[in-house]
């Protein structure tokens, strides 16, 4: 790891001064992707703020059926929450299998998502519940929030705070494991939410996460595995590596999209 | 130089490091606690496996100023006043070690596993929580026996305390 | 057996050390004035050198110094060697290239360390290390072990044309040919054996001092074999006179064959130590592990089997190439030749065999044994090739088995191995009844009615182990005596401390050593020390590979409580004044036979270190020492059976059952074996379902970490179910054969019989990931 300086925030707003006042710093909540990724030398930020103190950040609360999540709320946590888990079971069970119990332990949504890695499993979970982006500066739809490899909308120290959403009427994750890294070799979400079927793909993009606006026009008709029979996935956007070319990505993203669907109920 | 202050085992302990340091290599070199391991660069193989205030955590991929001011239980402060603690007694007992660099992760992971499955774990169970720990030597089958016995081990014991 | 001897399920004795934290492993040494290593290491395949400026990196803070290959080279180091001659069928001998231990002119693979880095923090050694700036030249590079072989490909070293290393051969080709000719029935199929990075989970360290003082060297080091470093590097390395040099394996983080040789980075930080006058440390990360441990496998080879009309084997041929990376690691010609090849008759009577080896160098890092090494290509070759000749003759695979099993023991094979003790076919049926083969049928179709398509598979496995006789090894072309040595020293006070040559990085030597000492002496094994792994306290020995701590080490120890146990009686018999011809051992006294006349242990020894009452002429102290050197190699064997599910809509593959067979011979201790055997399977199904080590066409390696080489995990294995079988092996006094290699030999072929059993295609290779299981499931129909 190159040289660093670290910051420890006490509030949204120390944070968000803390890092206008440095140019190359980058915010710092559970680090399960950023810690790695600079002890591999990848990453080279002069200032980590870290946000894992700001009581702000952490918690789960529901009213009615609007669900919000602090930015700075662990993954295990998520897939705890016995009042999440009675309306949305399915985020629950997404956040239950993303890393390992000790990732989850301190890997936290808004970290997770502001990242975007395109094997991440919350941009599918988020893109397929239709959520909003709470930062610091205004809301974004997933469908905005989401822009490619690594990249999403946020602006130069732009930070997320919340992310909230409906919950769905129904829902299901399923995903393949990349066999060694155990990431999502691809992951499927789907939903069917008042505003419509969303179907939402993660970890089998070249672009990253993805909507599939064929599985969600046969899902709007007929909720059921059966109705993706006749949906084709194009592979000629899809990742190819070591574990899974293209064309097995595309059959997984259907053999996933079905069993999301099963899961879903 | 940074001053990281941490309740390690019960005892307060305080070090300088630069703020890049791992909090792994703060144990393990600060501290002088050589018993937690780094055995990857990826945040997989779960031989640097502590507990940060009652929760199991990669101390690979933390920083030792991350985890200032919270409170750390290695695996040299597990047993505590004990001899062994009954994961580490279940262990031993089952040969659910070889070589023993994964071992003191393993081991951290399994209470961790225990505090919050206590009871109720099984085969399938077991094996899905050790997704974040990797062996090399026994092929999981004596951990994972281990974990069980430990667990109902450790349920029986609280019942008795009930 | 008593609760604590021989065939006694005893826990470990080093576990609490393990258990508590208080291990003590080379990375966890420090001593005063420590400094940290980084080595700079080429990321180009295969590069001339053009000019390296350490300049700016010495200049960098922290920074104790940049040293090159060339002033080691001036320091008059040598170049790392390969230990063991082997020589073409045309009587040449094999083309070994230079292997400087810093690269001089040219980098060979990525990961070749040009310059070593010393500095106060491990941080700041890395930090200068990116400062060094270095002019390459880049050649093109070869990585695929069949393009190396082709005409116009880049040549590697000088001294080897085309790449080519040996072309060997064993067995009468003739024989074979004719009996392919007459044959009722030939089987020809393709193997291929994936290239496999050994991780055991602590990475290699190592800890230079140099003490100016005493003009004397101590290497810390994450070996399996200690002495033999000490004798490489004194010998071939020049790093110091074996006097002047100690070695210490502390507790090690297994080995599995990849902390046999001894690497470069102990060289250089020994040399370092002394050139900076400060101690040096280096600890590899995971990904350098990946780049610089030695590999293994990585073969390739064409496959006949012929048959007559009674369905028995009447010849193999086999042509194997096979991957030896960039240079020549320390036992790497051996594995695809005597460790390979004289296996290659397997459990079955064959009449005539012929293999024809041909090695090459790539611009990959050396590869060299790896758990089973050989025999692991060997078994899956044969078992895979039984596996298809039974599907092409339509016999169930037991049947084809059965009928070509050796029988008659001593067996002469035609490719040397002479096998001693065994019964194939005991472990057959204990593995078929276990498995419940006969109700496989009836799992079949309630599996096809829930959509998954089941099959079932088996491998009969034997292997060479307890290696080796030194002179049959030694007239192999090996550099080296296979014996192993053994001291055991009574205290004064009757406590024992046994010093071996073995070296124990998982295998559990200091409970089963102890347990052979409590058996023989009867005293309880907390009274006994197991030392080992020190060059300065133990005599000289081979150390730990090839499952050879059992049947050779402790055949050592035996000789040598052998001799203790003469002399004790001697004094014995002298204190109670009986005939020494009546004394016996027994419950940890020395005892007049059928009288209730004793004398404790410790009362002897006692005897025998104050020397006061001792029979005339003889020396004082109670401590013998032995050398054992095997009469011949041990061959444990045993029946794999692997049942899986395969997903057709992913081709994700779910093991059922894996069911182990195993004669391993007499059992020490049931519990360790049974460990030993659980290992060995994680990593053959390993093999066999998810590892495999790519580098792409320019030789960069695309698996360095665990992010992309897949590592088995809990949930990728089921729990085992095993039995042992004992044909106790006549070859060495505790008629056992070792257990350390097994499982990872036996177990490939059973799981990938099993996945083309139920897909329906014989067309599969390892890693049978669900990609390749899904496209041969597809290619198929």
Redesign the interface.
């Given at each position: 790891m190159y040289a660093t300086s670290y910051h420890r925030a006490s509030s949204v707003e120390d944070a968000v001064q803390l890092r206008s006042a440095h140019e190359e710093g980058k915010y710092l909540s559970g680090g399960m992707t950023l810690i790695s990724t600079m002890k591999q030398r990848l990453a080279a930020p002069s200032d980590l703020i870290d946000l894992r103190h700001i009581p702000a950040l952490r918690g789960i609360s529901i009213e009615g059926r609007r669900v919000k999540i602090g930015a700075a709320t662990p993954h295990a946590d998520v897939a705890a929450s016995r009042d999440l888990r009675a309306l949305c079971p399915a985020i629950c069970d997404l956040a239950s299998h993303i890393g390992d119990p000790h990732v989850r332990h301190m890997g936290t949504i808004g970290g997770s998502i502001a990242n975007n890695d395109p094997a991440a499993d919350y941009p599918a979970g988020l893109l397929g519940l239709g959520a909003t982006i709470v930062t610091d500066r205004r809301s974004l739809s997933a469908d905005d929030f989401f822009v490619g490899l690594f990249e999403t909308a946020l602006e130069e120290g732009e930070m997320v705070t919340a992310v909230t959403f409906d919950a769905p009427e129904k829902a299901g994750y399923a995903k393949f494991n990349n066999p060694a890294s155990r990431f999502a070799m691809t992951g499927v979400f789907v939903a069917k939410t008042a505003s419509g079927v969303r179907v939402a793909v993660t970890g089998a993009g070249s672009d990253g996460v993805f909507r599939h606006p064929g599985f969600e026009q046969a899902l709007a008709s007929n909720w059921s595995a059966d109705a993706l029979a006749n949906v084709s996935v194009d592979s000629s956007n899809l990742l190819s590596d070591l574990h899974a070319n293209a064309e097995y990505r595309a059959n997984l993203v259907k053999v996933m999209a079905k069993r999301a669907i099963a899961a879903a109920g | 130089m940074?001053k990281v202050t941490l309740t390690v085992n019960g005892r307060t302990m305080s070090g300088e490091c630069?703020?890049?340091t791992?909090l792994v290599h703060f144990i393990?070199?600060k501290l002088g606690?050589?018993?937690?391991?780094?055995?990857?660069?990826?945040?997989?193989?779960?031989?640097c496996?502590i507990h940060?205030d009652g929760?199991?955590?990669?101390s690979?991929?933390?920083?030792a100023?991350?985890a200032s001011g919270s409170t750390i239980t290695?695996?040299?402060g597990?047993?505590g006043q004990s001899e062994?603690h009954p994961v580490?007694a279940a262990?031993?007992?089952h040969?659910g070690?070889?070589?023993?660099?994964?071992?003191?992760g393993m081991?951290m992971?399994a209470v961790?596993?225990i505090n919050?499955h206590g009871g109720s774990l099984t085969?399938e169970k077991?094996?899905?929580?050790?997704?974040?720990?990797?062996?090399?030597?026994?092929?999981?089958?004596?951990?994972?026996?281990a974990i069980l016995a430990a667990d109902a081990e450790m349920a029986s014991g609280r019942q008795a305390a009930e | 057996m008593g609760v604590e001897g021989i065939g006694a399920r005893v826990t470990r004795k080093e576990d609490k050390r393990f258990l508590t934290g208080k291990g003590r492993y080379t990375d966890d040494m420090t001593v005063p004035g420590m400094k940290y290593a980084y080595f700079v290491r080429s990321p180009h395949a295969h590069a001339k050198i053009v000019n390296i400026d350490v300049s700016a990196a010495k200049s960098m803070p922290g920074v104790i110094d940049v040293l090159d290959g060339r002033q080691l080279q001036a320091d008059g180091i040598g170049n790392l060697i390969c230990g063991w001659m082997i020589h073409s069928k045309d009587g040449s001998p094999m083309k070994m290239g230079a292997w400087r231990p810093l690269a001089v002119d040219t980098v060979r693979y990525v990961g070749d360390a040009i310059a070593i880095v010393v500095a106060d923090s491990s941080g700041e050694a890395r930090d200068a290390a990116e400062a060094v700036v270095i002019d390459y030249e880049v050649l093109p590079a070869v990585a695929d072990v069949a393009a190396a072989m082709q005409a116009g490909a880049p040549q590697i070293h000088p001294e080897a044309p085309g790449n080519l290393i040996y072309d060997w051969q064993i067995g009468d080709p003739d024989a074979a040919d004719r009996a392919i000719a007459a044959a009722a029935h030939v089987t020809e199929i393709d193997i291929v054996n994936n290239r496999l990075s050994p991780n055991p989970m602590e990475p290699r360290a190592t800890l230079g001092i140099y003490d100016s003082a005493e003009d004397h060297y101590t290497c810390y080091t994450t070996s399996q074999n200690p002495h033999v470093a000490r004798l490489v590097m004194s010998a071939f390395y020049n790093v110091a006179p074996e006097n002047k040099l100690r070695v210490i394996a502390p507790d090690v983080g297994g080995g599995f064959g990849s902390k046999i040789y001894i690497y470069p980075e102990e060289i250089v930080c020994l040399w370092a130590s002394k050139k900076t006058n400060v101690p040096v440390k280096w600890t590899s990360d995971r990904t350098e592990a990946f780049l610089t441990d030695a590999h293994g496998r990585d073969h390739i080879s064409k496959v006949k089997m012929a048959f007559d009309a009674d369905h028995r084997i009447t010849a193999l041929k086999v042509d194997t190439i096979a991957n030896l990376g960039a240079y020549m690691s320390l036992f790497s010609s051996a594995v695809p030749t005597y460790l390979y090849a004289t296996l290659l008759s397997g459990q079955y009577a064959i009449p005539a065999i012929h293999a024809n080896v041909r090695t090459v160098y790539t611009n990959t890092v050396p590869v060299d044994a790896y758990r089973g090494a050989g025999r692991p290509e060997a078994t899956y070759l044969l078992e895979r090739t039984m596996e298809t000749a039974a599907r092409e003759l339509g016999l169930s695979p037991a049947e084809l088995r059965r009928k070509n099993f050796i029988r008659s023991f001593p067996y002469q094979t035609p490719v040397i191995m002479n096998y001693d003790a065994g019964n194939y076919e005991a472990s057959l049926d204990a593995a078929m009844q276990a498995a419940d083969w006969s109700g496989f049928a009836t799992r079949r179709s309630e599996a096809q009615a829930r959509g998954k398509k089941r099959g079932i598979g088996m491998s009969c496995y034997i292997e060479a182990c307890g290696i080796a006789p030194s002179a049959a090894v030694g007239s192999l072309g090996a550099g080296v005596g296979l014996w192993e040595s053994a001291e055991v020293r009574v205290n004064a006070v009757g406590t024992i401390e046994v010093l071996t040559g073995s070296h124990s990085h998982g295998q559990g030597h200091e409970t089963t050593f102890a347990q052979l000492v409590a058996s023989r002496l009867g005293v309880p094994i907390e009274s006994i020390n197991i030392v080992h792994g020190d060059t300065d306290k133990v005599q000289m020995g081979m150390g730990t590979y090839g499952s050879r701590s059992g049947a050779v080490g402790m055949s050592a120890i035996v000789k040598a409580l052998d001799k203790v146990e003469a002399k004790a009686k001697k004094i014995a018999a002298h204190l109670m004044e009986a005939d020494e011809s009546d004394i016996v051992i027994e419950n940890g006294e020395l005892k007049i036979a059928g009288t209730d006349k004793t004398l404790p242990w410790f009362q002897v020894a006692l005897a025998a270190y104050t020397a006061h009452n001792l029979p005339s002429g003889m020396e004082p102290g109670l401590k013998e020492t032995a050398f054992y050197d095997p009469s011949n190699f041990t061959f444990p064997a045993g029946c794999y059976i692997a049942e899986v599910e395969v997903d057709p809509e992913t081709g994700e593959t779910d093991i059922i059952q894996f069911v182990a067979a195993d004669d391993f011979g007499n059992i020490i201790n049931p519990l360790i074996v049974e460990g030993q055997v659980h290992g060995g399977l994680a990593q053959g199904i390993g093999q066999a379902l998810l590892e495999g080590v790519h580098y792409d066409e320019n030789g960069q390696l695309l698996t360095a970490s665990f992010m992309d080489y897949a590592m088995p995990r809990a949930d990728d294995l089921p729990s085992f179910k095993l039995s042992h079988q004992n044909t106790p092996c006549p070859s060495n006094p505790l008629g056992i054969k070792g257990c350390g290699e097994a499982g990872a030999i036996g177990s490939p072929p059973a799981l990938i019989n099993a996945i083309t059993d139920a897909i329906g295609t014989n067309r599969l290779t390892m890693p049978a990931t669900s990609m390749k299981v899904w496209q041969a499931m597809h290619a198929a129909h």
């Open positions: - | 940074t630069e703020d890049r791992l393990r070199e606690l050589t018993g937690t391991h780094v055995g990857c660069d990826t945040t997989q193989c779960g031989a496996v940060m929760r199991s955590v990669k690979c991929s933390i920083l100023v991350q290695t695996i040299e597990l047993a062994l580490q262990f031993k007992e040969h070690l070889q070589c023993g660099f994964c071992t003191p081991v992971t961790d596993m919050r085969e077991v094996r899905a929580e050790l997704d974040g720990n990797i062996c090399r030597c026994t092929g999981y089958h004596n951990i994972v026996k | -």
